[in-house]
Structures are given as C-alpha cells and as structure tokens.
C-alpha cells in the first residue's frame, strides 16, 4: 500500500515501497510500539476493534480482512474450537445421497476442500477435469495445486492464462492456511511445493489471500477445446471446509455447443463403456458443425 492510497504525504525515501510503521500505526490509531508488536506477529490477545482498525487503515477486501482474523484467533487459541473435526478415512468418498446431488446437475459441478483435492464430481465435471485425473496417482485423488505446479506443460495448456490459475491457486491455499493453520496434510502439501516448484515458492512467500465464490474461467479442454465458464461456489453445510462448485456457459456460446458435445460423449461413454474420440483441437481435424475450435 503506496501513501498515495492512504492519503497521506510522500516524505523522504523509503527503504520499501509500502507505508512505515508509525504511518500505520496512526491510521489505525493505535502507538507505534503497539503495532511494531503486531507487525512482528505478536497478536495473541488483540481486540477485534483493533484488528478492524488495521483492516480499515491497509484497505484490505474481505478475503484479506478475514484472513487477518483467523491470524489473530490461531495465535490465541481460540480458532480451535471452530475446525472441522478430523475424519480418520484418508480417502474421502461422498454420500450416496451427494453423489445423486451432484449427477442431477447437468453442468459440470465438482467438490473440492480447501486443500485444493478434487474429491468428488459429476459425469461432466470429471469429463471436463479429465487431463487433472489423469496426473494424479490412481489411490488418490486429484490436487489442483500439485496439479498446476508438479505437472507444468500439461497444466500450462490446460489453462490459458496459467499465471492467474497459479495464482488463484496459491491465494486459496493461503486463505486455507489462516483458517486452519494446523492442517497437518496442508503443511505436508506445502512444504511439498515449495521444494519442487519455483513458481509456487515465489507465489507462496507473496502471502497473498482471496475469496473464490464467483467469476469466469477459462480452459482448454483436450476433446473439445477452448471453454469460457461462469462458475458459483457455496460452503457445504453438511461438510465443513468443503466447496461444491457449478460452471456453467453463456447460453448458445460456442463453449455451451462444446459441453453439449462434452456431455453427449460422456453420456455415451458411461452406457457403452469408454472409446476413442477424435480431438476437435487438432490443427488436423475439422470441429464438429457449430462447435469453435477456438472457444
């Protein structure tokens, strides 16, 4: 955060960019002494008007809020209560009754923890997270982040603007970080990535949180090539920690005509069993009527 975001006069040369301790601490309006503690990470204790204070005065959106909350209530103790209770299975397997939930959609819907483990999906979303599937080791279940960062060129084409996805990656593993900072199987996963991937260690050390509830992806499928999709995600009341999303194409797009295609194979694959296709996104080939190799 710049001075000129906070109003306030650029005086002399700084050491970094952003604001100085005491140029905080007055925004806040709190002692300079006050805050280098909480700077250094000594917030055990810390009243909720004066996390509120430092949120109002570093401008921070309710995905940095919130993380700056469950900061202070893991330092205190006091998130402990608040986790999800630990479940002794190492593989998690839906409920009938969920997996029927989710087949009855007929957009692609997925359910993923904050670990980024892809856990469950219907006929379309396991279609259209195929490439995803097929990197993960067949006695577990699919990661996004190790999926993104261990299995570069396939998730580079996967997708298009893979800076973002990396990004947005590494922002919900954060968020999840501060929510439930001792998540063993997190830490494991951390710890992971930061020794085999660069770019996750350089997106990881920035400390970036946000919240993933709604906005446009896109994808490159391998079938059916290039996808734009809303998507919507919801908490699962039933199961904490656990999101289900829906993606969803404009109506009548090209990405709507490629789903379309997406699903009628898939519906096809699981009557008959699976067989070859041919890919629309080969330069040899020639795309489907209506359907746009381009997205």
């Known amino acids: 955060m710049t001075p000129q975001q906070a109003e306030l006069p650029d005086i002399g040369p700084r050491r970094v960019p952003g604001l100085r301790c005491g140029e905080v601490a007055t925004l806040a309006g709190v002692s300079i002494e006050y805050y280098s503690k909480l700077e250094r990470g000594a917030i055990t204790g810390v009243s909720a008007s004066v996390l509120d204070a430092l949120a109002r005065a570093l401008q921070l959106d309710d995905a940095e809020r919130a993380h700056l909350f469950h900061l202070a209530h893991a330092a205190d103790g006091t998130s402990a209560g608040m986790r999800p209770r630990r479940r002794p299975a190492k593989r998690w397997t839906p409920r009938p009754s969920l997996?029927?939930?989710?087949?009855?959609?007929?957009?692609?819907?997925?359910?993923?923890?904050?670990?980024?483990?892809?856990?469950a999906a219907n006929h379309l979303g396991r279609a259209m997270h195929a490439t995803v599937y097929d990197t993960a080791p067949a006695e577990d279940c699919p990661n996004f982040a190790r999926f993104t960062f261990l299995h570069l060129d396939t998730a580079r084409d996967f997708y298009p603007d893979w800076d973002l996805a990396a990004d947005t990656c590494v922002a919900i593993?954060?968020?999840?970080?501060g929510r439930d900072p001792h998540d063993k199987d997190l830490h494991d996963l951390v710890g992971e990535l930061s020794t085999r991937s660069g770019p996750f260690r350089r997106r990881w050390s920035a400390h970036n949180v946000r919240a993933h509830g709604a906005?446009?992806?896109?994808?490159?499928?391998?079938?059916?090539?290039?996808?734009?999709?809303?998507?919507?995600?919801?908490?699962?009341?039933?199961?904490?920690?656990?999101?289900?999303?829906?993606y969803v194409a404009e109506p009548a797009s090209p990405t709507a005509q490629a789903l379309d295609l997406l699903a009628s194979w898939t519906a096809t694959d699981a009557t008959i069993g699976s067989r070859s296709?041919?890919?629309i996104t080969s330069s040899s080939s020639t795309p489907p009527h209506g359907v746009d190799s381009n997205g």
């Open 173 to 177: 593993l954060h968020t999840e970080a």
């Open 99 to 119: 997996q029927w939930a989710l087949d009855r959609f007929t957009a692609p819907a997925i359910i993923r923890n904050g670990r980024m483990d892809l856990l």
């Open 277 to 279: 296709r041919p890919s």
């Open 215 to 246: 906005g446009i992806k896109h994808f490159r499928h391998r079938d059916v090539g290039n996808l734009e999709l809303a998507y919507e995600s919801v908490e699962l009341v039933s199961e904490p920690g656990f999101a289900l999303t829906l």
